[in-house]
């Protein structure tokens, strides 16, 4: 047991934030700070920075151009970024389709998406939730019948970040409606520009414009897009479950917002009370960065189990804690609206509330804190 | 922070572990003579003592594997308030006349040593001697046969025996059956002063640290023995024809307790780590972090820990009980969740 880093990973830590320092362009530094929204363009945009020092990927193998790094370097990596003042550099093809191709994907099937990824060329939606299946995902009823050659694609997709701006998307379809729930599921990769595709976009509580419906007619989907074996879909979305054992818990983004509101705090003058409750929320701060940290260092051989589930329970309550405090520290300021917020808004204060607003979904996606409960319940507690 | 344990770490943890678990099984009842001289025989008495004095060398981290076992097992015998409270201030002024045959007292087990810290009252020096007037309150066993005495605000360190003339010993149990006792002080003689001045109040706070860190620990045992336990009760209780365990309304609850542990382990374990190789003012903020969640932890799992049991965890003989008293005497001991969160703040 030690305390401090060692060497390495401190100078690891200082290469990464000189070479953000040199890298990352103002108007994304700008936009990270202020907790604005970045849309598909500006993703790209740091993606393909990033892939120039190889870094836009860094939990992929190394012959795919990730970086071979171990799970706690890769952590202090991410963590370094988000507190150098870099917006996260995370996607859906990135986080979840890169790691299911890399596993389950043909060698044609690699060389012609994986790259492009990479670079932060594409942009990938992910279609799992419909509107009849939320944490019951298994019961999802959007249909691929074969047609020749093809899939014919019907149903209806919901909750799909980025759908409208993205140029594919993966997708869970039921191929066998005989089958048990989950064992008549395949993953399929669609063209959005495919005929027979709609996208409506659903506006959020914090007036951002990133979910959308997606409906699918009559898509047709050539066989080629099906990732490994017919039925066996549902095996492959459960191979995530397996693959990111920290990163769920969100830790880098609140420490960067309770930065954020350390800095907000040294400019005004602030009750004891709130200070209390602040210094209460960093020794939560404190404590989840040492879970990770233990779960990283304690057994580095292991693989991840179903204790990440706790870190996301705890890790997304931290997060909406501190989002709480820094809507209640800007006051009244926070009534505006951030979009139309008039001549004399503060800058710094215009986004907290639509930050708080927004950051009520990390208890929802990915598996609600509920059901992450339940998955403890049983394979940690054994009930 | 890396948490990874050395091989000789998991050697001794594995050692003591086997130790509690053999030797304090007994549920009540348990000869308080008989647990102290396992602790002996075991060599844990010579645990913080380095070899040049005669002991075993072990580190904080070593005494943090013990604690755990304490707690786990609900011993009583004073390995805290003797071993590490008293036996840190011993080691650090060891070269002061006198002490050396205090270390090795305590370490073969001829006499049990507790420090005592002066509520009212005062040291006052009289050319070569001093006399000691005054009170101390709720010194966790108390009845010693040697206290080493700090004045209120910490700037005397003095030896005195329990039964020298003018000493007052009232003893009584702790709600979770610990010795403790109220000490009065009427003029009584003492020879000499170990240490005083800034010294003296560096030793203490020292050593105070240190027992802060592991009664952490010791907690973080009893909320791990809790939590099994109340595990294993809801998976074996059948209401409506089920295990309770088998209802979402528990089993959520359960995984916040789970939750509330990991997170007071870690962090206690993260107070030990700056114990062993931080500054002053790091320790004091990362022991203050771990006070809070230790706290906040312990009164969740000993509160649930009953409610899940039912009609049962109100008795006296059902061990949830018994761990509940446990871990609320700990917490009370270390201070209030609110305490911890000023300690922190003050120390940013």
Request: aromatic share 6%; charged share 20%; hydrophobic share 40%.
């Amino acid at each position: 047991m030690r305390l401090t880093l060692n060497q390495d990973e401190l100078d690891f830590r200082s290469i990464v934030d000189d070479w953000v320092q040199k890298n990352l362009p103002d108007d994304l530094r700008q936009m990270a700070r202020l907790g604005e929204h970045l849309t598909r363009k500006e993703f790209s945009r740091w993606c393909a920075i990033l892939d120039s020092n190889g870094w836009s990927v860094p939990a992929w193998p190394k012959e795919y151009g990730g970086t071979g790094w171990s799970p706690l370097r890769r952590h202090l990596f991410e963590e370094q970024l988000l507190l150098s003042g870099a917006p996260r550099n995370t996607s859906a093809g990135i986080a979840m389709l890169g790691p299911i191709l890399i596993a389950f994907g043909t060698q044609d099937q690699k060389n012609k998406y994986l790259p492009s990824i990479r670079r932060g060329e594409t942009f990938w939606a992910q279609g799992f939730s419909e509107p009849g299946s939320g944490s019951d995902l298994a019961s999802l009823r959007t249909s691929a019948i074969r047609d020749g050659s093809h899939f014919i694609v019907n149903g209806h997709k919901i909750w799909t970040s980025y759908a409208q701006s993205s140029e594919m998307m993966f997708a869970l379809v039921r191929t066998n409606p005989e089958a048990k729930p989950q064992s008549g599921i395949s993953f399929l990769l669609i063209d959005m520009a495919s005929p027979g595709i709609k996208v409506r976009p659903i506006r959020t509580l914090d007036g951002g414009t990133d979910l959308n419906e997606v409906f699918l007619d009559d898509v047709r989907v050539p066989v080629d897009n099906l990732i490994g074996e017919i039925d066996r879909g549902w095996d492959y979305a459960k191979h995530l479950l397996g693959f990111e054992r920290t990163g769920i818990a969100g830790v880098a983004v609140s420490k960067q917002q309770f930065f954020r509101l350390k800095r907000l705090m040294s400019e005004r003058s602030i009750s004891p009370a709130f200070r209390h409750k602040v210094a209460r929320t960093e020794i939560d701060l404190l404590g989840m960065d040492a879970l990770i940290l233990r779960t990283l260092t304690e057994n580095p051989a292991s693989r991840p189990g179903p204790e990440a589930s706790m870190l996301k329970i705890q890790g997304t309550r931290l997060r909406q804690t501190i989002q709480h405090l820094l809507m209640e520290l800007a006051g009244p300021e926070g009534l505006r609206n951030a979009e139309d917020p008039g001549d004399y808004v503060e800058r710094d204060l215009q986004w907290l509330a639509a930050n708080y607003l927004d950051s009520r979904k990390v208890s929802i996606y990915g598996g609600t804190n509920e059901i992450q409960a339940n998955v403890v319940a049983k394979a940690v507690l054994g009930l | 922070m890396d948490f990874s344990l050395s091989p000789d770490q998991i050697l001794f943890r594995d050692s003591v572990d086997r130790f509690f678990n053999e030797t304090f099984t007994k549920e009540d009842g348990r000869d308080k003579a008989v647990d102290w001289q396992a602790l002996v025989d075991m060599g844990l008495t010579a645990a913080p003592f380095p070899d040049s004095m005669g002991g075993t060398g072990a580190n904080t981290i070593h005494l943090m594997f013990v604690a755990n076992g304490i707690g786990r097992t609900l011993t009583t015998a004073p390995f805290l308030p003797c071993v590490v409270m008293a036996g840190h201030i011993l080691r650090d002024c060891a070269n002061v006349p006198g002490i050396q045959p205090l270390i090795e007292a305590l370490t073969n087990g001829t006499r049990k040593i507790a420090f005592a810290e002066l509520s009212s009252g005062s040291i006052t020096q009289t050319g070569t001697s001093s006399i000691v007037s005054g009170e101390a309150r709720l010194v966790l066993e108390g009845s010693a046969d040697v206290l080493i005495l700090a004045s209120a605000n910490h700037d005397k360190l003095v030896i005195i025996e329990g039964k020298a003339k003018g000493v007052t010993c009232s003893p009584f149990t702790t709600l979770d059956k610990r010795e403790a006792a109220d000490l009065i002080f009427s003029n009584v003689a003492v020879n000499s002063i170990i240490a005083e001045g800034h010294q003296a109040q560096q030793m203490i706070a020292r050593a105070q640290r240190t027992m802060k860190a592991l009664l952490c620990a010791e907690a973080c045992g009893a909320m791990q023995a809790t939590l099994e336990l109340t595990l294993d009760y809801v998976r074996t209780r059948k209401q409506f024809g089920r295990p309770i365990g088998s209802f979402q309304a528990l089993q959520h609850r359960l995984v916040d307790m789970r939750i509330a542990y990991d997170l007071a382990d870690t962090q206690t374990r993260v107070a030990i780590m700056a114990v062993e190789e931080a500054d002053s003012p790091t320790i004091v903020r990362l022991c203050a972090a771990a006070h809070a969640q230790v706290v906040k932890a312990a009164r969740l799992i000993a509160e649930e820990a009953i409610q899940m049991h039912g009609g049962m965890g109100m008795t006296e003989e059902c061990r949830a009980g018994k761990f509940a008293k446990r871990l609320i005497t700990l917490s009370i001991l270390l201070g209030s969740e609110d305490s911890a969160i000023e300690n922190f703040l003050l120390s940013a």
